[in-house]
T-cell receptor, first 113, second 114 residues
Framework: NAGVTQTPKFQVLKTGQSMTLQCAQDMNHNSMYWYRQDPGMGLRLIYYSASEGTTDKGEVPNGYNVSRLNKREFSLRLESAAPSQTSVYFC????????????FGSGTQLSVL | GESVGLHLPTLSVQEGDNSIINCAYSNSASDYFIWYKQESGKGPQFIIDIRSNMDKRQGQRVTVLLNKTVKHLSLQIAATQPGDSAVYFCAETLLNGSARQLTFGSGTQLTVLP
């Protein structure tokens, strides 16, 4: 029972390159989220999926796209990476959109040069 | 307490002492609050929560206090241990339409001194 698994753990990109961050959960949760965490700032919501088949923008969606592949998997794509996207990215899940508790993965540290 | 900016507030305590970490929240309509612990290189981990109809809740070695009048939360850790060294941040939540919205504070870095 791994909980929330993110891959990769570390990634270095050049400006303009693309990549996909993967998130998978075995908690049978309906809702999945992507956050970014920058130094000295709180977690900011990029995109979320309240349930399988739906996705919505969060607070800072520009430059990102997401795919809810199935109930378990929710990926985050950077089509053309920019230095401003250097951050630590966390995937999180919860039972449903009404539920309060979020369970987090261990994060992906991304550097864009 | 927590603030938005480049530098996290820091708190250093001696091992065995009690720690108090503060958080000011922004929305008086928030009705549920969570404290998370984040160790270096790891994701945030749930510690304790409290609903707005309570002013105190205790867990194992941790207590959360809520003062709705001044929109303030605190996390008290009893007999602080080296393993408590981490960033602690609060989250305020409220129902917004069809979903529960969470807003996170920036965190406080707790360092436990030997």
């Amino acid at each position: 029972n791994a909980g929330v698994t993110q891959t990769p753990k570390f990634q270095v990109l050049k400006t303009g390159q693309s990549m996909t961050l993967q998130c998978a959960q075995d908690m049978n949760h309906n809702s999945m989220y992507w956050y970014r965490q920058d130094p000295g700032m709180g977690l900011r919501l990029i995109y979320y999926s309240a349930s399988e088949g739906t996705t919505d923008k969060g607070e800072v969606p520009n430059g990102y796209n997401v795919s809810r592949l199935n109930k378990r998997e929710f990926s985050l794509r950077l089509e053309s990476a920019a230095p401003s996207q250097t951050s630590v990215y966390f995937c999180a899940t919860r039972t449903g959109p009404y539920n309060e508790k979020l369970f987090f993965g261990s994060g992906t540290q991304l550097s864009v040069l | 307490g927590e603030s938005v900016g480049l530098h996290l507030p820091t708190l250093s305590v001696q091992e065995g002492d009690n720690s108090i970490i503060n958080c000011a929240y922004s929305n008086s309509a928030s009705d549920y609050f969570i404290w998370y612990k984040q160790e270096s290189g790891k994701g945030p981990q749930f510690i304790i929560d409290i609903r707005s109809n309570m002013d105190k809740r205790q867990g194992q070695r941790v207590t959360v206090l809520l003062n709705k009048t001044v929109k303030h939360l605190s996390l008290q850790i009893a007999a602080t241990q080296p393993g408590d060294s981490a960033v602690y941040f609060c989250a305020e939540t409220l129902l917004n339409g069809s979903a529960r919205q969470l807003t996170f504070g920036s965190g406080t870095q707790l360092t436990v001194l030997p």
